[in-house]
């Protein structure tokens, strides 16, 4: 582990990431209400149907703000970090493939894309960020030979950016998330002397929290593909560099609640032979929302269940299993609320 360097990195540090964050907030807050104003003039709206969650409609299309924000920051500090000659945490080839996953996606959005087209964009994504990933070191901390420490780095990669865009179903959530994420790997960078981690955690956030504020129930304006599939594959690539830097368990624990909920429901649908590709109202938290009759007490219970994934994801930097055990107790009891709701 890095030794800690208070005296001299972490000021510079930890104002480079407050900067970010503030940058971030401010800068999707305002580019959200251009974008609203732009797509309600192009009529790109969600409107309701029978695996709505919402019941009016809504622009979809907000993670245009969300990802042109951050990645202007992320290009940025990927162009600082070359001129100090230093690794940048998310390399300037994820910042073009996470555009140009953008497009292909907001192309989606306007007018549906065949699910096998979206996935090939996708997987070509994935491995043209591999050979950075594999720069860092092995995602299965050595447990499978290189050639398949790829392939498992890739399909992880894969699934968690296609499980981002499946839970973002009711307001508010994958705001939520993303911020969740970026702190938190920002946070363990500071913890653990890993400064390069705090500024594109911190600029993650920010862009999150900036959209949150129009995306928050009532939501004027729906996130979309556009935004999901791209947020989804940097903090995706994000998490599996904290795992190949050696913190696999914190890398886990951060997304816990998404991959539990995206998981287990993805595999009822599987065995009741439905057609996983296809909208669906069946997630824990999209029952909820719909039991509770109101998206902003899920989104709040994620929220607090999200505080303490954070909490223990910084216990898993030195004390793995006890946070794992405590990050499983967490995501339970918020699925067990969930079902009860």
Known sequence: MPPLDLAAAAPTALMQAGLAAAAGALGALALTGLVRDWLLRRQVVDRPNARSSHVRPTPRGGGIA?????????GLMAAAARYDRAPAALPPLWLAAAAALA??????????LPAGLRLVVQALAVAAGLPALAAIGPVTQGL????LDLAVAGLAWLAFLNFFNFMDGIDGISGVQAIAIGLGVAALGALTGVWAWLGPGAALAGAAAGFLVWNWRPAKIFLGDVGSVPLGYLL?????????????????????????????TLLRR??????IWE???SHFYQRAAAARGDHAVVARAVALANLGLVAAA???????LP???AATAIVGLLLLWMMRA
């Open 314 to 320: 910084l216990l898993a930097a030195f004390h793995p």
């Open 279 to 281: 909208a669906h109202r």
């Open 66 to 74: 969300v990802v042109a924000t951050a990645l202007v920051l992320l």
């Open 103 to 112: 497009l292909i996606s907001f192309r989606d959005d306007v007018r549906s």
């Open 323 to 325: 946070a794992l055990a």
């Open 144 to 147: 499978a030979p290189g050639p």
């Open 270 to 275: 599987l065995l009741r032979g439905e057609r």
């Open 236 to 264: 995706g690539g994000l998490l599996l560099s904290v795992a190949a830097a050696g913190f696999w368990a914190s890398a886990l624990i951060l997304p816990a609640y998404y991959l539990a909920d995206a998981g287990l």
